[in-house]
């Protein structure tokens, strides 16, 4: 029986803490820990290569794990405006490749006031917009290639200009430069053989065309999400308030644009392929993407050899999307690394290494399980994809209450050598694959006990 000890949040000035951060890569994670480090009175400086926001890709999840650390944002109001553009999803509704009913799945965990499933323009243009109204200092257009880091200090070097700080977080996403930075070129990418298709778009003329309205049945009361699970090939197709064209088509490597053609031939010996058609086939021009899937062994040490440079995220640990963790993790991550910097006392390094010890076993170990299951969906079709997985550790995970418990915990097992045993993830680090039922119930009264201000909840039984 683990038992969590709540601590109240604990937001700093701004800059009061005199540490310095860049932050670099400023998608999903490197927001997080932009307006995570600025909450904890760190001042912060951030790069993105990309000029401009994208709406290359298609639904994302944020489970409650991570809306957590949201909804503390600007008093509730980017809660409101990830709200405001998410989809309304109470149910996932799974079908074989004849069209056959498998199964209906909830979504807790991702359901209307506890998470969101959202196109990802509209999640990274909520939390964009606050980063912005924050006045943090974020420059946009800026790939940042070459890293450096001494026993004082950490930077990155732009157009020959050398920009110092105490440390870096390196939030540069699956392709990252910083992660060879840190590991030198230790961690080798592997190419899963997977790619998916994506694309997001506005509905518009598909509402009033017949051959279509097989989607928006009931729409207005709840948007729409489906799966169908063939051997080898899953098609998810949803509804949501829908957005603007894409901007920045090429704007990473890992999407290269596509043919909707090519898409639907992975389907074209399907009895469904035909009313599957009808939508795909109307994706306009240019909103298909083919995202290759890649994955790494787990990385266990994201700090860098002089304890300067920690990477978050997708660059510490590339995540397939089969459980819906790839954002979650790396929010988590991020504010982790935020509290420990506010709780380190100025000793950097051994701020960035307790928040390695927290974070690096849970989220490599969901990491793990997306690929596994990924490996078992595609082995067996929809017999193995019944409901949508969502282990309660996974989800009933307050990690800013648990940083702030087990920071010291983790500095005396750093200093002292003795092994930490991580309150994170279950006990000997292993999961099984299957939805636990009582989820919902289960957010709500862990909720409630955070609201109450309680002093500890259990976490795993
Ligand atoms: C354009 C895009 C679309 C996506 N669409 C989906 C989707 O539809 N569904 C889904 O589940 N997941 C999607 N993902 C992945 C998902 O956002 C991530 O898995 C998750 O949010 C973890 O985020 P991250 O911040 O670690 O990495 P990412 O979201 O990949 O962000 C990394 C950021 O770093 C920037 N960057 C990379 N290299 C450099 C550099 N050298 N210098 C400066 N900046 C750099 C990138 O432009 C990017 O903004 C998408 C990612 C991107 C970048």
Redesign the pocket.
Known sequence: MTQVHFRHDTELPPGSTGLKVIV?????????AAVECHRRGHTVIG????TGK?A??????IGFNAALVFDQWGGGSVAQALNRDRGMVEEMVIYDENGDLVAKSDVAGFDPGNGYLM??YHAARAIEDHAQTLGLDLHYG????EYWENDHQAGIIVDGNRISADCVIV????????RSAIKGDTVKLQDTGNVAF?G?FESGSLQNDPTTQWLFEGVEEQDRLIEYIGKNVLVMIGTGRNGKDIDDPT??E??EAADVDEALRQISHWPVYDKIATVIGKMPERTCYK?RLFISDPINEWVSPKGRMIM????AHP?V?TL?Q??S??VEDSAVVAICLQLCAGDVSMGLKAAQAIRAPRATLIQRAGVELLTAVHANGSEDRTTFTRPYWIYLHDCQRHAYQEYSKVVQSLKTGVPYSPTNIPAGATWNVGHEAELGPKIQAFRAAIQAGGDTYTLLP
Do not use: C
């Not at 790069?47 to 990309?50: M, P, T, V």
């Not at 290359?56 to 999840?61: E, Q, R």
């Open positions: 670099v890569g400023l998608g999903i994670g490197g927001i997080a790069f993105e290569k990309s994208t290359v890709g298609d639904s994302l999840g196109w990802r800026v790939r940042v290639e939030a540069d996403g699956v392709n990252s430069r910083g994506r997001g704007e990473t890992r999407y995202h978050v995220g997708d660059a995540m999307p819906g790839g954002a993790q790396a």
